[in-house]
């Protein structure tokens, strides 16, 4: 791991930032602004989570495209967050790429993007050809891209090859719930990749956060987790905590796993 590039981290204060294409954060906690109720309620749990980057599909949420509708960027102006827009909804590589292009145009040059394209309806699971397409172009038109793919090493791999500034393998589907399935091939990106690996999709609850970072994801990004929960703004603080624990564990180390009883007091010098 090129660590310099993944997270800077000091003595004395133990400042620990996520790094994205250049730019520090200090949450680790990435949420998406769809499936709230209104925009009070979007801003509220944004505020909860204390997430700093906001994604926003381009092709269902309006930043601006049509001027006589709200606009999201009212409610999570883009002077105090990351506006991330990404492509939910493009199942090519044309589709993607144009959108992602919409999105710099609405939001005045702006580099960084979070690219999917879909593989159908139903599992809403990557194409990772037409991902692999996309991103090869989208890093040459100068974009900082944020790729959600498969939780596969080789694709991911590719993609940082690619020059992808992040890349953001499945835990499990889209809006699913179902947490981390496959924590191995997780564990095999992360220990390959030299940009930022994000979990991204599947989370259902704290605790899938919280493994997520303990296994040493560089953050997590959620959306139907915190804004279909019963109260939203409730499960967005829950997920703040739990990212930051599952980050300290990580960095604390946790102790090996073994087929043995350990006694929490030493035997040595008993006085009976």
Not at 147 to 154: A, K, L, N
Request: glycine share 8%.
């Amino acid at each position: 791991m090129n660590a310099p590039d993944r997270t800077v981290t000091t003595t004395g204060n133990e400042v620990d930032q996520l790094v994205i294409a250049g730019k520090a954060y200090r949450s680790r906690l990435l949420v998406g602004s769809g499936k709230y109720r209104d925009l009070d309620e979007t801003r509220r749990a944004t505020d909860a989570s204390g997430a700093e980057i906001i994604t926003v599909a381009i092709r269902r949420v309006n930043i601006g495209q049509d001027p006589n509708a709200p606009s999201l960027l009212d409610a999570v102006p883009p002077t105090q967050f990351t506006i991330l827009p990404n492509t939910a909804g493009c199942y090519n590589a044309k589709d993607a790429i144009y959108t992602l292009q919409l999105a710099r145009e609405l939001l005045n040059g702006h580099k960084l993007v979070k690219l999917e394209v879909l593989g159908d309806e139903k599992t809403l699971f990557p194409n990772m050809p037409e991902t692999l397409k996309a991103a090869e172009v989208l890093v040459k038109d100068g974009f900082d891209v944020m790729v959600y793919c498969s939780d596969d090493p080789i694709q991911a791999r590719m993609l940082e090859e690619l020059g992808c500034a992040a890349v953001m393998p499945l835990a499990s589907l889209i809006g699913s719930g179902m947490g981390i399935l496959n924590p191995w091939n997780l564990s095999l990106i992360i220990e390959q990749a030299k940009v930022p690996v994000l979990v991204d999709a599947g989370v259902g609850t704290a605790s899938d956060a919280a493994i997520a970072m303990e296994l040493g994801c560089d953050g997590v990004l959620m959306n139907t987790a915190i804004a279909g929960a019963r109260d939203p703004v409730r499960m967005a603080r829950a997920m703040k905590l739990a990212v930051e624990a599952g980050r300290e564990a990580f960095l604390a180390g946790r102790i090996p796993r073994k087929f043995a009883a350990s006694p929490s007091s030493p035997m040595a010098g008993r006085i009976a």
